[in-house]
Each structure stands twice: as structure tokens, then as C-alpha cells.
T-cell receptor, first 115, second 116 residues
């Protein structure tokens, strides 16, 4: 079964609203999680590194005020897309590194559609 | 900066054919990890292999095999006797070791279609 769970798997929201996507490690503690974005038929691009108890580290070109990342516990990181626009429509996928730093687990991904 | 190039955007084969997916990478790290993932239409990433840069042994797992050539910075993936269920997008990825472990740079992906 999945060891990293994302919720929701699909979400449709209206332009101008905010939407939150959760990434949860189910049976291990993850001090570090990663958020990726994938446009249709494109590669996965790292958006940010989420560290438990501290601010996320964003990749160049990613708007941190637009994509709010919170990693408040050792098993949960959230990505909030604020004031969503249709161009934010994408597939968002998270990954988590186990505490020993040996293994990376990916979530199932979340399809976001902004209408 | 790290870079991964998968030159083949799309490959189409007939079932039972062998197919090789190419991956070339660039990194300044002296040690690193290389990965292959499979992404079916549902979107999730299915882990296939992780290879440490100091381990150049080729690996075989069932119908899958990987050829790592550090001298040419390549990590190619071969599917032997392809099947329709192998149809998916395949990504090669590069990651650092140490504190940045888990932060991956993905190639553009290769869409593999296996026809019956």
C-alpha cells in the first residue's frame, strides 16, 4: 500500500479561491518533503523543499506567496495554491524522505483544475 | 546545475520487441544517485531502480535491465520482450547524496507505447 498519501487526488476550484493539498507520510516520519509540479505531457519540476518546523526552500522562479508550503508535523506537509488561476491547473506530486534519509516515497499526486 | 536529457520523446513498438530508453545526465557532484520511474496514465510515479554513482554494475530485474556508463554519463533502460502493460511515460532522474538527498532533477520523459 501507499506509504505517502496525497489528498485530494482531484480538485476543481474557481479562479480566485485557494486550495490546499495535503501530503502525508503514513508509517514513517519525514522531516523533509518535496513538492513537484507537472504540466501535461511535461516533466516534473521541483517547486520547493519542505522542512518540518522551518520555512520551505523554494526553487528559483516559484512564487512563495502563491504556493504556500507548511510542514507543521513530521508526517504532514501542505501546499496551498492561493488566489488560483487557470494557469495553475496542473498535476502536483509530493515526495517524502524517510528519517534515515535512505528512501524517497512519492505520493499519488493531485490533479488541480482551476475554472 | 544538474541536468537530465532523455532524447527520445516518444517510442512506439510492437509487443515482444525489445526497447531501450536513453538517459544522459550532467552533474558536478562526484557522487550521486540515478533513478528510473514509470508513470502510467493515472499519474503516480512507480519506482523502478536507484543506482549509486559508484556502483557501475549493470542490473537486471526480470524483463528490465539497466546499463550505467559513468564515462559517458548515461544510464539507459532496456525492456526485453515488451508488453502492452509497459505502455507509460518513463522518467530518468538524478539526485544528490547527503542532505539534499530526495531533491530530484527529472528528464523530459519518454512516452512508450507498446502495440499488441
Amino acid at each position: 500500500g501507499a506509504v505517502v498519501s496525497q489528498h485530494p487526488s482531484r480538485v476543481i476550484c474557481k479562479s480566485g479561491t485557494s486550495v490546499k493539498i495535503e501530503c502525508r507520510s503514513l508509517d514513517f516520519q519525514a522531516t523533509t518533503m518535496f513538492w513537484y509540479r507537472q504540466f501535461p505531457k511535461k516533466s516534473l519540476m521541483l517547486m520547493a523543499t519542505s522542512n518540518e518546523g522551518s520555512k520551505a526552500t523554494y526553487e528559483q522562479g516559484v512564487e512563495k506567496d502563491k504556493f504556500l508550503i507548511n510542514h507543521a508535523s513530521l508526517t504532514l506537509s501542505t501546499l496551498t495554491v492561493t488566489s488560483a488561476h487557470p494557469e495553475d491547473s496542473s498535476f502536483y506530486i509530493c515526495s517524502a524522505r524517510d528519517s534515515w534519509g535512505n528512501t524517497i516515497y512519492f505520493g499519488e499526486g493531485s490533479w488541480l483544475t482551476v475554472v | 546545475a544538474q541536468k537530465v536529457t532523455q532524447a527520445q520523446t516518444e517510442i512506439s513498438v510492437v509487443e515482444k520487441e525489445d526497447v531501450t530508453l536513453d538517459c544522459v545526465y550532467e552533474t558536478r557532484d562526484t557522487t550521486y544517485y540515478l533513478f528510473w520511474y514509470k508513470q502510467p496514465p493515472s499519474g503516480e510515479l512507480v519506482f523502478l531502480i536507484r543506482r549509486n554513482s559508484f556502483d557501475e554494475q549493470n542490473e537486471i530485474s526480470g524483463r528490465y535491465s539497466w546499463n550505467f556508463q559513468k564515462s559517458t554519463s548515461s544510464f539507459n533502460f532496456t525492456i526485453t520482450a515488451s508488453q502492452v502493460v509497459d505502455s507509460a511515460v518513463y522518467f530518468c532522474a538524478l539526485g544528490s547524496r547527503g542532505t539534499s538527498y530526495g531533491k530530484l532533477t527529472f528528464g523530459q520523459g519518454t512516452i512508450l507505447t507498446v502495440h499488441p
